[in-house]
Nanobody, 123 residues
Framework: QVQLVESGGGLMQAGGSLRLSCAASGRTFSSYLMGWFRQAPGKEREFVAAISWSGGRRYYADSVKGRFTISRDNAKNTVSLQMNSLKPEDTAVYFC????????????????WGQGTQVTVSS
């Protein structure tokens, strides 16, 4: 089993940067594909980014491509999301998730979820 705890959210002006981190417990962290999703008020949760178990493959939603970077450190059981050039539409609760297998951009493919961290971007 994997437990996930996100941190690093907060309030930022448009154009600024934030770095989210997700700390995972469990000895099998390195075997999971890790993803970030977000949910804005009144909207469904959506895929943001994902990274393969080795870190060799990274995937991004079109809305964040070129602005966000996902990374992982298997030695420290952490996955991070560097968010640059933030926009007001990036405002959402951001969730870290772990998938043993499956499609990287589908919620149903993920087995474990964190509780989320709020990111608010002001204009």
């Amino acid at each position: 089993q994997v437990q996930l705890v996100e941190s690093g959210g907060g309030l930022m002006q448009a154009g600024g940067s934030l770095r989210l981190s997700c700390a995972a417990s469990g000895r099998t962290f390195s075997s999971y594909l890790m993803g970030w999703f977000r949910q804005a008020p009144g909207k469904e949760r959506e895929f943001v980014a994902a990274i393969s178990w080795s870190g060799g493959r990274r995937y991004y939603a079109d809305s964040v491509k070129g602005r966000f970077t996902i990374s992982r450190d298997n030695a420290k059981n952490t996955v991070s999301l560097q968010m640059n050039s933030l926009k007001p539409e990036d405002t959402a609760v951001y969730f870290c998730a772990a998938s043993a297998y499956g499609d990287y951009d589908r919620e149903s493919a993920y087995d474990y979820w964190g509780q989320g961290t709020q990111v608010t971007v002001s204009s």
